[in-house]
Antibody, heavy 121, light 112 residues
């Protein structure tokens, strides 16, 4: 059974940093690309970042470019999102999601339950 | 990055068919067959129902179908059932200098 378990969310002050982690199991992690997608409660989905199976292809939404960094450790079956210079607009539920293919372009077939990030003073 | 355009809401009666549109540009929907659709019930994570414009993942009912014409993709749900009431999102790969994805704003489906 595919499982994606996010951790690292919480309440943080504006301007501070937070690192999200996603522990993957139930599939061959290094065969697939991965994504982070966020959702403000009650609002729509927003793609945040994606990374190919071997980390060669990486992309970010304009809203987080230069502040967020995605990475993965295939030896630990883990995906990460380093979030710096956080602002209130980053408050959302962050989903870790598994891509259908090795390259991040098709769609995501499995989602975690999400990690809530709240940015407030 | 502007979102793909979806109607805010659609509705239909049980047994009927409905179609949700997803309009993009030549940089995303128009130029790539990497359109996917997701169903999200309240308090739940999204669920993939269509990928590559018209392919259904294993276990997804054949009542769900996808298509594309020009810059607009469409999701059709036939034989509406009460459990189809949910939010639906489209998503597309977008041409850019780096990897880029974009979601639609979402459509609330109400089964009357």
């Amino acid at each position: 059974e595919v499982q994606l378990v996010e951790s690292g969310g919480g309440l943080v002050q504006p301007g501070r940093s937070l690192r999200l982690s996603c522990a993957a199991s139930g599939f061959t992690f290094d065969d697939y690309a991965m994504h982070w997608v966020r959702q403000v409660p009650g609002k729509g989905l927003e793609w945040v970042s994606g990374i190919s199976w071997n980390s060669d292809i990486i992309g970010y939404a304009d809203s987080v470019k230069g502040r967020f960094t995605i990475s993965r450790d295939n030896t630990k079956n883990s995906l990460y999102l380093q979030m710096n210079s956080l602002g209130p607009e980053d408050t959302a539920l962050y989903y870790c999601a598994k891509e259908i293919r090795p390259i991040p372009q098709t769609g995501v077939d499995y989602w975690g339950q999400g990690a809530l990030v709240s940015v407030s003073s | 990055q502007s979102a793909l355009t979806q109607p805010a809401s659609v509705s239909g009666s049980p047994g009927q068919s409905i179609t949700i549109s997803c309009t993009g540009t030549r940089s995303d929907v128009g130029d790539y067959n990497y359109v996917s659709w997701y169903q999200q019930h309240p308090g739940k994570a999204p669920k993939l129902i269509i990928f590559d414009v018209s392919n259904r993942p294993s276990g997804i009912s054949s009542r769900f179908s996808g298509s594309k014409s020009g810059n607009t993709a469409s999701l059709t749900i036939s034989g509406l059932q009460a459990e189809d009431e949910a939010d639906y999102y489209c998503n597309s790969y977008r041409r850019s200098s780096t990897l880029s994805w974009v979601f639609g704003g979402g459509t609330k489906l109400t089964v009357l």
